[in-house]
């Protein structure tokens, strides 16, 4: 069954669907049409942000979704409450927008860690708030977080994220290690000219404080569409700038469906005294679609299958419209079986999907 054939309207605005379950086994959970299985759900729990990082959103924000869009806190619980239990997804990060205004954060985390089998959860945030809210999180049930910093520079920050809010995530960080969130791993995002001298000042001062530091390749999915591959820092020109004050070695651990490539830095431990490591995720010169485990929500409830889809299928509809869990399981699985063997950034006919990344869930 898909959606249409359930009668449920699209969502006004909202991508095309995926329709066509040719050839898919009867298999309960998120299999796609060329052999992967989706385990790992990314939640948007809004589409607004307390930052204007430059390469996600514009100085003047964008228009928010209207609240009545978006998903209660109920329905989330609900959808990820699916997820767990008929589709198989054992791995669940909440993001946005920020997550951290989402003000029943703490409650969505907590049914989320009742579930059977409960799933391991983490939240993406660029930090701000984490000072009152890491240890509500942790108690209820919040395993890990990832907080977002470009630099450590108070200037380049107030520029990147057009916020002086530098010290405030720094803050936020330290009370995430406080309450016990761990592993804290930094995502970074390197540009030219702004901060793409910084890596071995980041990954320096993360190896002190016990953070894991993730560096990502920019992609294409800034609000301004102003991505220029000519114009992004690749993952050889960070593990070169890297290599300039460390000794890196390739983690001998499997990967699986991890988007980071992991080096040991030598002579340095992590703070469960195994050896230190720094991620570099390459989304757009080494593409690890092949071996991808994703499946996206939007804020609003729509499933996307890739953060470059061109397509949407539609939950929300179902579930206001009295769909059973099971309908909304079926919706789902016919989503993921449209997913695309990868996101196509280097085809001559790609194009940047409509919603910008703070609306998608990063
Ligand atoms: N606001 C939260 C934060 O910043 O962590 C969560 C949402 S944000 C969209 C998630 C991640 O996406 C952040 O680490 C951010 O740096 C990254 N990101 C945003 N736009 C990006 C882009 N164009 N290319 C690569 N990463 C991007
Ligand atoms: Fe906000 Fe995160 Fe986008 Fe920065 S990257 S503008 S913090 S959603």
């Known amino acids: 069954m898909s959606v249409l054939d359930l009668g449920v309207p699209a969502v006004p605005g909202a991508a095309t669907p995926t329709t066509d379950t040719t050839g898919r086994p009867d298999d309960a959970r998120l299999v ?11 939640v948007s729990l809004t589409d607004r942000c307390n930052l204007r990082c430059t390469y996600c959103m514009p100085a003047e924000g964008l228009e928010w979704m209207p609240t009545e869009q978006a998903l209660t806190d ?31 954060l703490e409650d ?38 990832n907080v977002s910093l470009d630099t450590l520079r108070r200037e380049r920050f107030a520029e990147i994220t057009r916020r002086d809010r530098l010290d405030d995530v720094l803050a936020g960080l330290r009370a995430a290690r406080e309450h016990g969130l761990d592993p804290i791993k930094v995502n970074t995002v390197l540009m030219p000219g702004l901060n793409d001298d910084e ?27 102003s991505w220029q591959r000519d114009r992004m820092i690749t993952a050889e020109q ?11 070695t390739e983690d001998p651990a499997e990967r699986g469906g991890a988007p980071a490539e992991r080096f040991l830095v030598d002579g340095w431990t992590g703070p469960d005294g195994s050896p230190a490591k720094v991620g570099v995720i390459a989304s757009v010169t080494r593409p690890f679609c092949g071996t991808c485990d994703r499946t996206r929500l939007t804020a609003d409830g729509q499933v996307r299958t890739c953060l470059f889809s061109q397509t949407e299928n539609d939950l929300r509809g179902i579930l206001r419209g009295g769909g059973t869990d099971e309908e909304i399981a079926a919706a789902w699985r016919v989503a993921m079986w449209g997913k695309k063997p990868g996101h196509g950034i280097d085809d001559p006919g790609f194009l940047q999907p409509d919603r910008p990344m703070s609306a998608i869930g990063g």
């Open 108 to 145: 969505i985390v907590g049914a989320t860690a009742a579930l059977d089998p409960r799933p391991e959860m983490s939240v993406t945030t660029n930090g701000l708030g984490l000072t009152r809210r890491a240890a509500g999180l942790a108690a209820a049930g919040l395993d890990r977080v």
């Open 32 to 42: 796609d049409s060329w052999g992967r299985v989706a385990t790992d759900l990314r």
């Open 238 to 248: 960070v593990l070169a700038s890297l290599r300039t004050r460390f000794t890196l």
């Open 74 to 104: 109920d329905e989330v619980v609900r959808l990820v409450r699916v997820a767990v239990e008929r589709l198989g997804v054992q791995e669940i990060r909440f993001t946005g927008g920020e997550p951290l205004l989402r003000k029943g």
């Open 199 to 225: 890596a071995p000042d980041l990954l320096a001062w993360a190896l002190d404080e016990g953070y894991e530091l993730r560096i990502i390749e920019q992609m294409p999915l800034d609000a301004g569409h």
